[in-house]
């Protein structure tokens, strides 16, 4: 089965540094795809980006960018110049091609100090 | 395009009752899930719907269902509530054409409370 591992339950950066949250998983699949979601305290789930395994290029979305690594199944997520905005909770997800669910990560909680 | 909407935002309930969500996918997608969110037990998946027809179902027990219409809403139904049913529910909807792993989008939830 697989699993998604977030072992940051709780990460503080100030305001414009730069943050990495940490995620790692576990799979026997080849191909699959990851996320880093946004939840902030309306709950809104958001989509941060999105990586294919098959691309050995990171991902980026502006200030967000992955740090991708499928040998050693981890994937991280790159918050440059942290603004207030960014202060929510943070999962990482993995979807496979064979069972159409997203499994998630426990959650990084990200605090944003002016 | 209009986001994925989840009516009702907020409800009530108590132990016994049943209570069904709803969730209108966004415009042109078929896939829509349903996940439940718990401080105690994170993210579960509870079940993915593509053209009328269930695809998958997570570990939950059978008092929890869905269904999904032609236009592609879908809605969940919880019998029996039990006060472990209190949760945030999500609903997410992917275009899911050739490729089971289209990007979900999701809703603003459902926050149900059995009391």
């Known amino acids: 089965a697989q699993t998604v591992t977030q072992s940051q339950p709780e990460m503080s950066v100030q305001e414009a540094e730069t943050v990495t949250l940490s995620c790692t998983y576990d799979t026997s699949e080849s191909d699959y795809y990851l996320f880093w979601y946004k939840q902030p305290p309306s709950r809104q789930m958001i989509l941060v980006i999105r990586?294919?395994?098959?691309k050995q290029q990171n991902a980026t979305e502006n200030r967000f960018s992955v740090n991708f690594q499928k040998a050693a199944k981890s994937f991280s997520l790159k918050i440059s110049d942290s603004q207030l905005g960014d202060a929510a909770m943070y999962f990482c997800a993995y979807i496979g091609n064979s069972n159409y669910q997203l499994i998630w990560g426990a959650g990084t909680k990200l605090i944003i100090k002016p | 395009k209009a986001g994925v909407t989840q009516t009702p935002r907020y409800l009530i309930k108590t132990r016994g009752q049943q209570v069904t969500l709803s969730c209108s996918p966004i415009?042109?997608?078929?896939?829509v899930s349903w996940y439940q969110q718990t401080p105690g037990q994170g993210l579960q998946f509870l079940f993915e719907y593509f053209s009328e027809t269930q695809r998958n179902k997570g570990n939950f027990p059978g008092r929890f269902s869905g269904r999904q219409f032609s236009n592609s809403r879908s809605e969940m139904n919880v019998s029996t509530l039990e006060l472990g049913d209190s949760a945030l529910y999500l609903c997410?909807?992917?275009?899911?054409?050739?490729?089971?792993?289209?990007?979900?989008?999701f809703g603003p939830g459902t926050r149900l409370t059995v009391l």
């Open positions: 415009s042109g997608h078929r896939s």
């Open positions: 990586q294919e395994a098959y």
């Open positions: 997410a909807s992917s275009l899911s054409l050739a490729e089971s792993t289209d990007t979900q989008y």
